[in-house]
């Protein structure tokens, strides 16, 4: 399986971000989005995930297959650690929460509250809810923010573990990882802001 990109147009707020991206990411590959701040990675991520829709191009994989991890861990704050993690479970049709307990060091807070963690343990428990996902494509957005060395480490092994299994995954960070990696800087890419896109994309933030 691959994600396949073509001549992809994306937008933000109604103005162009990126043009003319082409590449391919295929099962077995971890791919890094470089890029400055503000440069597009966010809104690449995003309309690969099928939040948004291109203003131009191809993408050839369904959204299906994949996992978003975005900015906000997205957590219910009243359920705790373990439920958090047994709801996603259910969203996708899997059961078994224990490997991403143990993956990402969330054993002793299994019964702990969302809202009560610290925000490197929440980030911990919202990356935790990739495995339980099942999805092929993880696709990441500054997954390692409020991350502690050592967390940063327990990220990258579960990513190594991942894309060994079968997974792939396209992550936009700042920092090295220590991952072997291809890297795409989306700076080349960058789209003229003067010329405003017909297209109405801001209307669905809202809803995500
Ligand atoms: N909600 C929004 N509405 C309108 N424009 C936005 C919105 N969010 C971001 N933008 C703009 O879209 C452009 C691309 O932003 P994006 O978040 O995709 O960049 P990024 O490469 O992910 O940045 P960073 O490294 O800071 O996270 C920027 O010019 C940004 O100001």
Redesign the pocket.
């Known amino acids: 399986m691959e994600l396949t990109v073509e001549g992809l147009s994306v937008a933000?707020?109604g103005?162009p971000?990126l043009e003319g991206l082409t590449f391919t990411l295929t099962t077995g590959n971890i791919l890094i989005l470089r890029?400055?701040?503000?440069?597009?990675?966010?809104?690449l991520l995003r309309t690969l995930a099928g939040l948004q829709p291109p203003l131009a191009g191809r993408i050839g994989l369904p959204p299906e297959a994949i996992a978003y991890g975005a900015h906000a861990d997205g957590l219910k704050a009243t359920l705790s650690v373990a439920e958090n993690l047994t709801f996603w479970a259910r969203v996708y049709g899997t059961t078994d929460i224990e490997p991403a307990l143990a993956q990402f060091n969330l054993k002793g807070l299994r019964n702990r509250a969302a809202h009560s963690l610290s925000a490197g343990q929440k980030r911990r428990l919202g990356l935790a809810r990739l495995l339980v996902t099942g999805r092929r494509f993880w696709l990441l957005d500054?997954p390692t923010v409020s991350l502690d060395q050592a967390s940063v480490g327990l990220f990258a092994d579960a990513v190594r573990s991942h894309v060994a299994g079968g997974g792939a995954a396209l992550i936009?960070t700042?920092i090295d990882l220590g991952l072997a990696a291809e890297t795409l800087d989306v700076a080349p890419f960058r789209a003229d802001p003067d010329r405003p896109t017909r297209t109405p994309t801001?209307f669905d933030?809202a809803f995500t």
Do not use: F, I, L, Y
């Open positions: 933000r707020g103005m971000v890029g400055p701040n503000g440069s597009g990675k966010t809104t500054e936009a700042h801001a933030e």
